[in-house]
């Protein structure tokens, strides 16, 4: 298994490179507007403009500027950000604690209910419980995030004055409620769906057939049996979304007004502020690199018979 690990870490370097040299030219290249322009303001002068861009390097060569940031993030060094001067890797990691909480919180409504709408479809197929789930899933999967998360406002903190709007306050769960379920619907639906498609395949094989005979209970056959055997794809879906949420909910913490790593990005986007936009790039790209790695270990937990020679 260690081995098996190491390689797959090795296979990301080429990846996270890559990663790296696209955002790069995104951000210098295709992506109009000067960040020191932006931050001085258009009456800013010239000479001072020109002064600001010779301090921060922005008046090198694109190779020359590209081959030192590659220096810096071999070192571990991500940059200083052009607006606040603070170093990037700490702005990112202040913002994880909230979006961890968020996507932690947000996942766990979506296992527990795509994993319950899932199975209870599969037992149940083609009847009026599993059309129910199944277009609930589909509706939540199709459904904008920002306008779940504008209608779950509109009626849970403004007509019924039950949640706070928006903000994070000081932690308080009831900040938490709204923004944990406008994620986790969307979540959910993708886990229901597939919950159900890997529980139909497997009730219909042989030892759950030979569970039944033996005259074992229907719930132990179901969550015993069945339901463990067809995690393993579900598992893959659920470890893809956690990298995403982790990785920041750029629309969710617009709209909630959470302070976690999505917000911080965009705000980054809107003042040209390159530093701090690769930072939050690579540092999604290593999440999903991580979270698939643990997923891909985990196979091993949930069915024995998986190797990894």
Do not use: C
Request: net charge positive; glycine share 10%; no cysteine.
């Amino acid at each position: 298994m260690f081995t098996y690990a190491m390689r797959k870490l090795l296979m990301a370097v080429p990846i996270l490179i890559g990663i790296i040299t696209i955002t790069f030219l995104l951000n210098f290249v295709f992506v109009p507007g000067d960040p020191v322009r932006i931050m001085m303001g258009q009456s800013a002068d010239e000479e001072t403009i020109q002064m600001i861009r010779k301090e921060l390097g922005l008046d090198q060569p694109l190779y020359v500027q590209y081959f030192k940031m590659l220096g810096r993030l071999a070192k571990g060094d991500f940059g200083r950000s052009y607006k606040t001067n603070r170093l990037v890797s700490e702005m990112i990691l202040s913002r994880l604690p909230a979006t961890a909480k968020l996507a932690f919180s947000a996942m766990l409504v979506a296992i527990i209910m795509g994993i319950t709408a899932g199975v209870i479809s599969a037992i149940k197929p083609y009847s009026f419980w599993d059309y129910f789930f199944m277009g609930g899933a589909l509706l939540g999967v199709s459904m904008p995030v920002f306008w779940l998360g504008l209608m779950l406002i509109v009626v849970f903190a403004i007509k019924l004055n039950l949640l706070p709007v928006g903000g994070y306050g000081d932690g308080q769960i009831q900040y938490l409620i709204l923004p944990a379920i406008t994620l986790g619907t969307m979540q959910a639906g993708r886990i229901a769906r597939m919950t159900r498609s890997s529980m139909l395949e497997v009730i219909g094989k042989d030892y759950i057939r030979t569970a039944r005979a033996k005259g074992l209970s229907e719930k132990i056959v179901v969550i015993k049996h069945a339901l463990r055997n067809a995690l393993v794809p579900v598992i893959t879906v659920i470890g893809t979304q956690l990298g995403y949420l982790l990785g920041g909910t750029v629309l969710t913490e617009t709209t909630f007004s959470w302070p976690g790593i999505g917000r911080l990005a965009v705000d980054a986007v809107q003042a040209r502020d390159f530093p701090l936009i690769q930072g939050t790039v690579l540092f999604l790209a290593v999440i999903f690199i991580v979270v698939n790695l643990l997923v891909d270990l985990g196979y091993g937990f949930l069915d024995p018979r998986i190797r990894y020679d």
